[in-house]
């Protein structure tokens, strides 16, 4: 069964793009059989990051979501190719717009959702409204959405993402959202993975970069495993290619 995670949050330049197709090369490096869906469908979406780098050894597959309807578009894909870990690029858009129901239907089909959040002021004001929504989704109709945050794009020279994670964690107390320990810098060699259509692991693999994504990937593995069963089967799975099961919708 593959574990699915929205990438998601209603504002632009969070770096869910940069999000998803790092993390993307972290499963893989664990062994984990990788699809990111590119919801998304601008020019910075994480499809044409692949075509990049395309022919560059790419190890991850990208497919363009060619509907609004995810949940057919994701059963027909693992039909043919299933895959352990599926991640969701989604587009930034706020719920209530006309292409809100994208982002709706990406996390109605997800196990969790991951909102990567700039160690702003005004970004940490923009999540408030996302979140309602999101919580709203899992009171109302999806109990069992794990919802995942952390900071991205911190400033090394800084000590503005401790001071954000705790600001962020104190604004989130008493709901049912985990702040992740693991924040990721701001650095050359990720900033040059857009560029070059690859990931930090085919670029700078023993980069402090790296070394955050990998971080990022088991504290999302370890918190998934502890709450669902499906992540737990994922994590505990022996990464061969004849032991990959279909997803159950």
């Known amino acids: 069964m593959a574990t699915i995670i929205a990438v998601a949050n209603k504002k632009g330049g969070s770096g869910k793009t940069t999000t998803a197709t790092n993390l993307a090369g972290a499963f893989v490096a664990r062994g984990y059989r990788t699809l990111i869906v590119d919801a998304d469908g601008s020019q910075a979406s994480a499809y044409s ?59 109605l089909v997800s196990n969790a959702v991951l909102i990567p959040v700039v160690p702003s002021g005004h970004d940490l004001r923009a999540l408030v409204g996302f979140l309602q929504w999101l919580l709203a989704i899992r009171e109302t109709t999806k109990p069992d959405l ?27 107390a008493g709901l049912p959202i985990r702040v992740l320990e693991t924040s990721i810098a701001h650095r050359e060699d990720i900033r040059r993975t857009a560029d070059a259509g690859l990931t930090i692991f085919e670029i700078a693999q023993n980069s ?42």
């Open 49 to 107: 990051w692949r075509r990049t780098g395309e022919g560059s050894g790419c190890s991850y597959e990208v497919l363009g979501l060619q509907s609004t309807n995810v949940r057919n578009f994701l059963k027909a894909a693992l039909a043919v190719d299933p895959y352990d870990v599926v991640l969701i690029d989604c587009p930034p858009r706020d719920p209530g717009e006309k292409d809100g129901e994208v982002l709706r239907n990406a996390v």
């Open 146 to 172: 794990e919802l995942l945050a952390f900071i991205n794009n911190r400033d090394v020279r800084t000590n503005s993402a401790k001071g954000a994670r705790t600001q962020l964690v104190l604004n989130l």
């Open 208 to 249: 402090k970069g790296a070394v955050e994504y990998i971080s990022l990937r088991e504290e999302i593995l370890k918190w998934l495993a502890s709450t669902s069963e499906r992540a737990a089967a994922v994590l505990t799975s022996e990464q061969t290619s004849a032991s990959y099961a279909n997803v159950q919708f």
